[in-house]
Nanobody
Framework: QVQLVESGGGLVQAGGSLRLSCAAS????????MGWFRQAPGKEREFVAA????????DYADSVKGRFTISRDNAKNTVYLQLNSLKPEDTAVYYC??????????????????WGQGTQVTVSS
């Protein structure tokens, strides 16, 4: 079993930055691929970024490519999402997720087995 707890969300002006953290517990967590998703009000949850178990492979949604960076520190049991050049349309609840059956990461929501409770990111114009 893996527990995930996100933090780092908040209110920021357009053009600003935030760093989200996802603290994980569980003996085998470091072997799992990890992902970040987000859900804006009235919209479905969407893929943001994914990272392989080693951190050597990453994937991003087109909407965040070049602005967001996913990383992980397995020694600290933490996955990060650096959000730069934020836009009002980035406003959403951000969730981290763990895929216990894959080491490489995927954009497919149904592949993920464990989810955090989410952290709110609000970008003002």
């Amino acid at each position: 079993q893996v527990q995930l707890v996100e933090s780092g969300g908040g209110l920021v002006q357009a053009g600003g930055s935030l760093r989200l953290s996802c603290a994980a517990s569980g003996r085998t967590w470091s072997t799992y691929a990890m992902g970040w998703f987000r859900q804006a009000p009235g919209k479905e949850r969407e893929f943001v970024a994914a990272i392989s178990w080693s951190g050597g492979s990453t994937d991003y949604a087109d909407s965040v490519k070049g602005r967001f960076t996913i990383s992980r520190d397995n020694a600290k049991n933490t996955v990060y999402l650096q959000l730069n050049s934020l836009k009002p349309e980035d406003t959403a609840v951000y969730y981290c997720a763990a895929d216990k059956d894959s080491r490489w990461g995927t954009s497919l929501e149904y592949e993920y087995d464990y989810w955090g409770q989410g952290t709110q990111v609000t970008v003002s114009s």
